[in-house]
């Protein structure tokens, strides 16, 4: 079982920044994916960003050129660094590991963007 833990949520004014940070305990092994994903509420969880062990970044087109996702190995961290905030970034932020094809999940942080 693997623990994720998110933090840095919360309130952010339209074409603001915040910064998300995901703990991501335990070793690390060669095929794992780690990313960001979100949910607004009544949508469906969909993929923000992704970032492999060799830093290999992957994004989706309504984030690009404004997110960025990093990944710190020695402090067993992941990041999103969010600028230039819309209100239809608003969505619970979910920090994601998949290995062996399994998905971790962490609870979930609250980004919510006012116009």
């Known amino acids: 079982q693997v623990q994720l833990v998110e933090s840095g949520g919360g309130l952010v004014q339209d074409g603001g920044s915040l910064r998300l940070s995901c703990e991501v305990p335990?070793?690390?092994?060669?095929?794992?994916?780690m990313g960001w994903y979100r949910q607004a509420p009544g949508k469906a969880r969909e993929l923000v960003a992704t970032?492999?062990?060799?830093?290999?970044?992957n994004y989706a087109d309504s984030v690009k050129g404004r997110f960025t996702i990093s990944r710190d190995g020695a402090n067993k961290k992941m990041y999103l660094q969010m600028d230039s905030v819309k209100p239809e970034d608003t969505a619970v932020y979910f920090c994601?590991?998949?290995?062996?094809?399994?998905?971790?999940w962490g609870q979930g942080t609250q980004v919510t963007v006012s116009s």
């Open positions: 994601n590991l998949n290995r062996d094809s399994e998905d971790y």
């Open positions: 970032i492999t062990i060799t830093q290999i970044t």
């Open positions: 335990g070793i690390l092994f060669s095929s794992d994916r």
